[in-house]
């Protein structure tokens, strides 16, 4: 007699849980991080009242690189060989050209739309990840980056908010300043692309660490040698303070807030952590109002129309 089999009983379909919602320490972290970085910026304006663009570039790579560098040397010799040159393009195209492009924009644009212009990094991290990672663009992202593009073209073109006592006729010329930050956050995007892609398997802290250990020495050797600095620290009213507002950029921009965001990240979510680009902005005009810098409607509009890219970018599939 033959048996028939008993049928395999199907599982109930499992449902996916939703992701949690956020802490109050992963609010907290959040806010703490927008005022870290949203500050950066006026931070900057504040040691250019001494010291030139590269002399604050050079100087705010090399205090963060010495820093960082116990983590550098810890991490030195277990890094694959491979991987070195992915750490040396990051830094170069991630550190130590914005730290020279924004320094010199904000010796001619104010620092509140510099910050408002950093919201671009989410666009052309999308763009690079495309060009060149094998990224997918979809109808909502191509979106996303012309609203971007045309966003910085209204603060750009309309706006033309100068940094104080820099701004000529109108304040228009200076506007276009906002291209070095445009470069910037293109080479932000490079960099962000390159760590997902390479360099994931290596502590975020440790990452950081050793970058700024191959372009910490160009840095500290140009800035000793190649400016004036030492002589302004020596000479010039003012210059320890406005040193300290760099080395405070340096500490808290790098060291300290990539920290949090990576403890941001473990507890939360991706977006919720990305939600900084929003808040960012909003520090660095407030920080810049209250330093007395011109906000116009044609700011407003730039702002809200950068702010729309970046959450269609962030939300699109």
């Known amino acids: 007699m033959s ?3 008993a049928a395999t009983p199907t599982a109930p379909p499992v449902a996916i849980a939703p992701p949690p919602a956020p802490t109050a320490t992963a609010w907290v972290l959040l806010l703490v991080l927008a005022g870290i970085w949203g500050t950066s910026f006026i931070l900057m304006k504040k040691g250019l009242v001494v010291f030139s663009a590269l002399e604050l570039g050079a ?22 060989r491979e991987k070195l040159k992915w750490l040396l393009l990051s830094g170069v195209v991630g550190t130590l050209l914005p730290a020279f492009l924004f320094a010199y924009a904000e ?3 104010a ?8 919201a671009l990094t989410a666009v052309f991290t999308l763009v690079v990840g495309a060009a060149f990672f094998g990224q997918k663009l979809t109808g909502l992202r191509v979106l996303g980056i012309a609203l971007g593009l045309a966003g ?7 706006g033309g908010s100068a940094a104080a006592g820099t701004a000529p006729a109108g304040g228009v010329g200076n506007a276009w300043y906002g291209l070095f930050i445009v470069a ?13 892609r390479h360099l994931s398997d290596i502590p975020a802290l440790a990452v950081t660490g050793l970058l700024l250990l191959f372009i910490g020495g160009p ?3 140009f800035l000793l040698v190649g400016t004036d600095f030492l002589d302004k620290l020596a000479t010039v009213p003012g210059a320890w303070p406005a040193f300290g507002y760099i080395a405070l950029l340096a500490t808290m921009s790098t060291a300290v807030a990539m920290v949090l965001f990576n403890k941001l990240i473990q507890t939360s979510t991706a977006l919720f952590a990305a939600s900084n680009t929003y808040l960012i902005p909003v520090v660095a005009l407030g920080w810049g109002l209250l330093d007395g810098e011109e906000f116009n409607l044609w700011h407003l509009l730039g702002m809200v129309i950068i702010m729309i890219s970046v959450a269609i970018i962030h939300r699109a599939k």
């Open 219 to 221: 840095a500290l050797a």
């Open 152 to 158: 910085t073209l209204v603060l750009m073109v309309l």
């Open 3 to 5: 048996v028939t089999p």
């Open 107 to 109: 010796t001619r644009l």
């Open 184 to 196: 910037a956050t293109l080479g932000y995007g490079v960099s962000v692309n390159v760590i997902k």
């Open 59 to 80: 100087a705010r790579v090399s205090v963060a690189a010495l820093l960082l560098l116990p983590f550098a040397l810890r991490h030195l010799g277990r890094v694959n």
């Open 111 to 118: 620092s509140g739309l510099a910050g408002v212009l950093n």
